[in-house]
Protein backbone atom coordinates (compact mmCIF):
# COMPACT_ATOMS: atom_id res chain seq x y z
CA UNK A 1 0.00 0.00 0.00
CA UNK A 2 0.88 3.53 -0.35
CA UNK A 3 3.15 5.11 2.50
CA UNK A 4 4.50 8.75 2.80
CA UNK A 5 6.53 9.03 5.96
CA UNK A 6 7.60 12.75 6.80
CA UNK A 7 10.55 14.08 9.21
CA UNK A 8 13.01 16.55 9.90
CA UNK A 9 10.58 18.98 11.79
CA UNK A 10 11.73 20.61 14.89
CA UNK A 11 11.64 23.63 16.84
CA UNK A 12 14.10 26.18 15.23
CA UNK A 13 14.18 30.46 16.14
CA UNK A 14 12.98 33.15 13.59
CA UNK A 15 15.65 33.12 10.39
CA UNK A 16 16.61 29.52 10.75
CA UNK A 17 16.22 26.43 8.58
CA UNK A 18 14.98 23.08 8.49
CA UNK A 19 15.44 20.45 6.19
CA UNK A 20 11.86 18.04 5.53
CA UNK A 21 12.10 14.19 4.48
CA UNK A 22 9.22 12.89 2.68
CA UNK A 23 9.82 8.74 2.12
CA UNK A 24 7.50 6.86 -0.10
CA UNK A 25 6.48 3.26 -1.03
CA UNK A 26 3.79 1.80 -2.59
CA UNK A 27 4.31 3.91 -5.60
CA UNK A 28 6.20 4.36 -8.81
CA UNK A 29 7.43 7.52 -7.20
CA UNK A 30 9.70 8.21 -10.44
CA UNK A 31 6.24 9.05 -12.28
CA UNK A 32 4.13 11.09 -9.34
CA UNK A 33 4.09 14.73 -8.61
CA UNK A 34 4.78 15.45 -4.88
CA UNK A 35 3.22 17.66 -2.63
CA UNK A 36 3.93 19.42 0.77
CA UNK A 37 1.18 20.92 2.86
CA UNK A 38 0.72 22.62 6.04
CA UNK A 39 -1.82 23.55 8.70
CA UNK A 40 -2.01 25.03 11.69
CA UNK A 41 -4.22 24.78 15.00
CA UNK A 42 -7.32 26.04 13.78
CA UNK A 43 -6.88 26.51 10.22
CA UNK A 44 -7.28 24.78 7.19
CA UNK A 45 -5.00 22.69 5.46
CA UNK A 46 -2.98 24.60 2.61
CA UNK A 47 -0.56 23.73 0.01
CA UNK A 48 3.02 24.80 0.20
CA UNK A 49 4.92 23.72 -2.75
CA UNK A 50 4.07 21.16 -5.51
CA UNK A 51 7.25 19.04 -7.33
CA UNK A 52 6.22 17.57 -10.97
CA UNK A 53 7.89 14.42 -11.79
CA UNK A 54 9.61 16.34 -14.60
CA UNK A 55 10.96 18.47 -11.95
CA UNK A 56 9.06 21.47 -12.50
CA UNK A 57 8.19 23.30 -9.26
CA UNK A 58 5.16 26.00 -7.71
CA UNK A 59 5.14 27.35 -4.30
CA UNK A 60 2.82 29.13 -2.87
CA UNK A 61 3.24 32.90 -2.28
CA UNK A 62 4.21 32.96 1.86
CA UNK A 63 7.23 31.29 0.95
CA UNK A 64 8.47 32.04 -2.85
CA UNK A 65 11.95 32.79 -2.38
CA UNK A 66 12.05 30.67 1.07
CA UNK A 67 11.49 27.07 0.49
CA UNK A 68 12.64 25.13 -2.22
CA UNK A 69 10.93 21.74 -2.97
CA UNK A 70 13.33 18.91 -4.52
CA UNK A 71 13.07 15.28 -5.17
CA UNK A 72 15.53 12.55 -5.16
CA UNK A 73 13.58 9.23 -7.34
CA UNK A 74 17.05 7.15 -6.54
CA UNK A 75 16.00 7.30 -3.02
CA UNK A 76 11.80 7.47 -3.26
CA UNK A 77 12.16 11.02 -1.27
CA UNK A 78 10.92 14.35 -1.61
CA UNK A 79 12.38 17.35 0.47
CA UNK A 80 11.59 20.80 1.43
CA UNK A 81 14.16 22.88 2.32
CA UNK A 82 13.02 25.49 4.51
CA UNK A 83 15.17 29.02 4.83
CA UNK A 84 14.31 31.97 6.48
CA UNK A 85 11.43 30.76 8.72
CA UNK A 86 9.46 33.32 10.87
CA UNK A 87 6.32 32.25 13.67
CA UNK A 88 3.94 32.06 11.12
CA UNK A 89 5.32 29.10 9.36
CA UNK A 90 4.32 27.05 12.66
CA UNK A 91 2.28 24.26 11.57
CA UNK A 92 2.35 20.96 10.80
CA UNK A 93 3.57 19.86 7.88
CA UNK A 94 2.44 17.07 5.35
CA UNK A 95 4.05 15.15 2.00
CA UNK A 96 1.04 14.45 -0.42
CA UNK A 97 0.59 12.38 -3.52
CA UNK A 98 -2.40 11.90 -5.91
CA UNK A 99 -2.97 8.96 -7.49
CA UNK A 100 -4.99 8.82 -10.89
CA UNK A 101 -5.51 5.10 -10.62
CA UNK A 102 -7.51 5.68 -7.59
CA UNK A 103 -8.88 8.63 -7.54
CA UNK A 104 -7.07 9.50 -3.98
CA UNK A 105 -4.55 11.65 -2.02
CA UNK A 106 -2.78 9.90 0.11
CA UNK A 107 -0.92 11.85 3.12
CA UNK A 108 1.65 11.32 5.51
CA UNK A 109 1.28 11.47 9.60
CA UNK A 110 3.25 15.01 9.03
CA UNK A 111 6.30 16.28 11.17
CA UNK A 112 5.93 19.31 13.31
CA UNK A 113 7.35 22.69 12.47
CA UNK A 114 7.53 25.57 15.47
CA UNK A 115 9.37 28.36 15.16
CA UNK A 116 10.34 30.69 17.42
CA UNK A 117 10.26 34.60 17.77
Known amino acids: QVQLVESGGGLVQAGGSLRLSCVASGIIFSTKALRWYRQAPGTQRELVAT???????NYADPVKGRFTISRDNAKNTVYLQMNSLKPEDTAVYYC???????????WGRGTQVTVSS
Open 96 to 106: NVFLLLTQRDY
Open 51 to 57: ITSGGST
